[in-house]
């Protein structure tokens, strides 16, 4: 029998709610199948199972908040006999004082309308990113039209309905409390993470500069030939840059758990994308290091589309390997940031700005950004982050290779 | 193409981007991007959304053309099939 619990989804998340499950007792799971819907400060997570078997019976309900590592769900094991099922129940539910919990029948499964947080009397079908969505900006779902299956609210019905709100006019917006009360949990959540990685994490500082004369030019003859839906981003040189020169210095690309560095095998570059109405999140691109550029691009434009709509998949909150924040477009030169636990390093980037810049003897005006590191000093010593740097700044002068 | 028809598209792409926004709090003769949040890959965004929604392609040369919406407006209808 599996116990499947609810993951870890980033060091600042440590319970949701269960929204919805997606499969059925009976329903035979593939590896990496979405199962559940789980609310957190941040987003509404697609759960993902990495084990492969049977629903034998759901152990929490739709609309229970639960601590991460709570048992959701128990799987049968391929080959695994209901009588050895029976068993197992039996010897667990005895050790661990576990309420006996009647298994949801099919046809109890709440669909996405009637799941509701303990209180609310909603009868309108809504998804969950569209439900999620509206709080986080108060608005109400009364007056919303679903222009999904069987009436379903969808988020661009939100999207269309918070277009057409008048101007309140002294009139409150009904859902406003909502709304502020997750922007204040999320703001909690961050405030954690943050403290305690300057608590926990020696933090050490490294700046380079990166003239990108090669990147502006390629990727402007680049984006000349192909149709707009094919255009990259400078933004997407760089990840690739970082996932590619972190292959060479693992001590960079890895977590500390109990003291103890592990460096990892892949790398999964966590993005760090602002949510419009504050907040902040960081969901990674996995193997980033071995995306082509286009496929890198359209991944990201994907990512960061879904985690504004506060959707996203588990995997994706619980395995970045390394953090890269851009935030050179909101002008600054460079960015000093805090790394996210239990990571290792944070890699930022500031504005690309024309500046004078002397190349072989000559000077010139060159577009240069300021790349950053911010590492864990007792995973790595400023040597080797200062050679990764290098690495960075070096990729960064071959686009055509990246 | 007629002028509310490139203001009404213009509209429903940035509200899809930036649904925060509405462009009757715009003032149209400032820059865009220093009245709306738009990062590279909003802009992005929406200049792949005014190329579905209009048939204009803009190439990136012509980004800085495009820094108030009159300046945008003017722009879509010089360019817009007929």
């Known amino acids: 029998m599996i116990e499947f619990k609810l993951p870890s989804l980033g060091a600042d998340m440590d319970e949701g709610t269960l929204l919805e499950w997606c499969v059925r007792p009976g329903e035979t799971i593939k590896r990496g199948q979405v199962v559940a819907i789980v609310d957190t400060t941040k987003a509404a997570i697609d759960v993902e199972c990495w084990e492969e078997g049977t629903v034998e019976e759901f152990v929490v309900a739709p609309g229970t908040k639960v601590p991460v590592n709570t048992v959701l769900a128990l799987l049968r094991t391929p080959g695994e006999s209901p009588e050895e099922a029976a068993r197992w129940k039996a010897e667990h ?8 919990q009647p298994a949801l029948a099919a046809a109890a499964i709440a669909p996405a309308a009637a799941v509701t947080a303990p209180g609310a009397a909603q009868r309108l079908r809504v998804s969950p990113a569209a439900r999620r969505y509206a709080e986080q900006v108060g608005l ?25 709100r008048a101007k309140p006019e002294g009139k409150p917006i009904v859902g406003a409390a909502a709304g502020a009360e997750r922007a ?24 380079t500069d990166v003239p990108l004369e090669a990147a502006s030019r390629w990727l402007a003859q680049r984006n000349a030939g192909r149709p707009v839906t094919e255009r990259l981003l400078m933004a ?21 758990r109990e003291g103890r560095f592990e460096a990892s095998a892949e790398v999964h570059v966590g993005v760090a994308v602002s949510l ?10 996995l193997n980033t290091d071995r995306l082509p550029l286009d496929e890198l691009m359209r991944e990201l434009g994907d990512l960061v589309k879904r985690a504004r709509a506060f959707t996203l998949r588990s995997s994706e909150l619980s395995m970045p390997t390394v953090t890269v924040t851009n935030l050179g477009e909101q002008g600054v030169d460079t960015v000093l940031g805090v790394i996210y636990p239990p990571q290792v ?13 002397v190349d072989d003897g000559q000077l010139k005006l060159l577009p240069v950004v300021t790349a950053t590191l911010a590492a864990d000093h007792r ?9 990764f740097l290098a690495q960075v700044r070096e990729l960064l002068q071959q686009p055509e290779l990246l | 193409m007629d002028e509310p028809i490139i203001r009404d598209a213009i509209s429903r792409i940035l509200t899809s981007i930036a649904p925060e926004v509405s462009l009757a709090e715009i003032d149209a003769t400032v820059p865009l991007r220093e009245q709306i949040d738009l990062d590279s890959m909003d802009w992005l965004n929406f200049i792949v959304g005014l190329h579905e929604q209009l048939h204009v392609d803009i190439p990136e040369t012509d980004y800085r053309k495009l820094r108030t919406l009159n ?8 360019k817009s099939p007929r």
């Open chain 1, 140 to 164: 109400s779902l009364d007056d919303v039209v679903g222009s999904g299956p069987q009436g379903t609210v969808v988020l661009e019905d939100v999207h269309r309905a918070q277009s057409q």
């Open chain 1, 236 to 256: 997407v040189l760089f990840l690739k840059a970082v996932a590619r020169a972190l292959r060479r210095f693992p001590e960079l690309n890895g977590f500390v």
């Open chain 1, 379 to 387: 995973a790595s010593d400023g040597h080797r982050g200062a050679l």
């Open chain 1, 345 to 357: 390093a944070l890699v930022g980037f500031g504005s690309v700005r024309e500046r004078p810049w």
């Open chain 1, 93 to 100: 539910r005895q050790a661990q004082a576990l309420a006996p």
């Open chain 2, 71 to 78: 300046d945008l407006v003017a722009y879509l209808q010089a």
């Open chain 1, 184 to 207: 204040a949990e999320m703001r909690r959540t961050i405030a954690a993470a943050m403290a305690r990685s300057k608590r926990e994490i020696p933090h050490y500082y490294l700046l």
């Open chain 1, 276 to 285: 419009r109405q504050g907040g902040l999140i960081a969901p990674a691109i």
